[in-house]
């Protein structure tokens, strides 16, 4: 069984050997280009969140993407690229695609695409669907890097599976014990991961809100952007409970109670003896976004037993947060 394995598994792109990881914190784009060549993962800041990148042509390294994370192999991955051409190596891209191409990319938009029967994908990165999910990041680091590497990167977000998304280096080498070598690009502009569409021939699925709300999508595409109608099986990701701080959470807040931290939103009036802040006390959903990931993890301190959460409006960006904080405090089973 093992031999049928060892010939079914795709060679990574320079190297079939592996060679040992390396266990510096933060490295520079050669050398993160090199961690990848050679099989293994690094985390790559992108706009959204950080990123835990392999190869996705190559088992292993993909492999390893789940490993680190702990994530169920079931969960597909999204792939980044730094160009179309090397999207259209990997994925049928109709006229609707390139329309959102031209207006949202490089930035925070993730497609799901037919893929091709040729594209150099390990089959772990799309957890055996025929589609793949395909994006391509801002962040100038992110495009560089996948450019000195020479091929699309497979990159969740860089967390052990089910916590907080990281928005920062430092999140990243305290989620991964400093096990994880990482290019630091700073904070993460955007805060909240991508928006996720499946795109079809007249319509778009949002399997993901983000920072690109619905309303940006309809008026760049003029097409109806639908609720999945089945959320196990067209986002498999989205397992309801996620993004969560060791602490309880509770939404919609108007009051702390005894053993709660706060978190409030445009002046919002929640105080909280252990710890208290504002998303964004001007209102501003960008800014709350910005700062969700990493006031969670302040705010997730020893003794807070729960994070009370100030309501936050619905509309626009306030989606993409509600989903997250909504993950937070799902029951956790
Ligand atoms: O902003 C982002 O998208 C970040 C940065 C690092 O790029 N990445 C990220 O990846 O959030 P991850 O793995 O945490 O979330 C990927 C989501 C999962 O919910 C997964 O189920 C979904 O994408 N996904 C991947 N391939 C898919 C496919 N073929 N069909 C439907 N959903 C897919
Ligand atoms: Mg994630």
């Not at 069984?1 to 990574?12: E, S």
């Not at 099989?39 to 969140?49: D, I, L, Q, S």
């Not at 957890?127 to 890097?145: D, F, S, V, Y």
């Not at 997250?324 to 089973?333: H, I, K, Q, W």
């Amino acid at each position: 069984m093992k031999l049928i394995l060892d010939l079914m598994a795709k060679p990574c792109q320079t190297t079939a050997m592996k060679e040992p990881r390396d266990n510096t914190h933060f490295v520079k784009i050669e050398q993160a280009a090199r961690i990848l060549r050679a099989g293994h993962v690094v985390a790559m800041p992108t706009e959204t969140v950080y990123g835990l990148a392999g190869d996705a042509a190559c088992d292993e390294a993909v492999l390893e993407i789940f490993e680190t994370k702990a994530r169920p192999r079931f969960n597909p991955l999204i792939v980044h690229c730094a160009d179309v051409d090397m999207v259209k190596n990997l994925a049928t891209f109709p006229d609707l695609a390139q329309k959102l191409a031209k207006q949202f990319w490089p930035g925070p938009l993730t497609m799901v695409l037919p893929k091709r029967a040729d594209a150099p994908i390990s089959d772990l990165v799309t957890a055996g669907l025929n589609t793949i999910a395909i994006r391509m990041p801002k962040h100038e680091l992110a495009r560089e890097l996948i450019k000195t590497a020479g091929f699309p990167v497979a990159a969740p977000s860089a967390n052990p599976s089910g916590k907080l998304s990281p928005t920062t280096a430092q999140h990243v080498l305290e989620g991964f014990g400093g096990q994880v070598p990482v290019v630091d690009g700073g904070a993460a502009k955007e805060g909240v991961e991508s928006t996720i569409v499946a795109v079809g021939d007249d319509q778009l699925v949002l399997l993901r809100p983000g920072t690109i709300s619905r309303a940006q999508l309809t008026a760049a595409t003029k097409v109806p952007v639908l609720d999945p109608q089945d959320k196990t099986i067209k986002a498999p990701g989205m397992l309801l409970s996620h993004y969560a701080p060791n602490a309880a959470v509770r939404l919609n807040a108007v009051k702390c109670e005894e053993g709660e931290a706060a978190l409030n939103f445009g002046g919002s009036k929640l105080t909280s003896a252990m710890a208290t802040l504002d998303l964004s006390p001007a209102g501003d959903l960008a800014e709350a976004a910005r700062n969700l990931f990493s006031f969670l993890r302040k705010l997730d301190q020893p003794g807070v037993g729960t994070i009370a959460v100030a309501p936050i409006p619905e509309d626009g960006l306030g989606e993409a947060i509600n989903d997250r904080l909504r993950r937070a405090a799902a029951d956790r089973g």
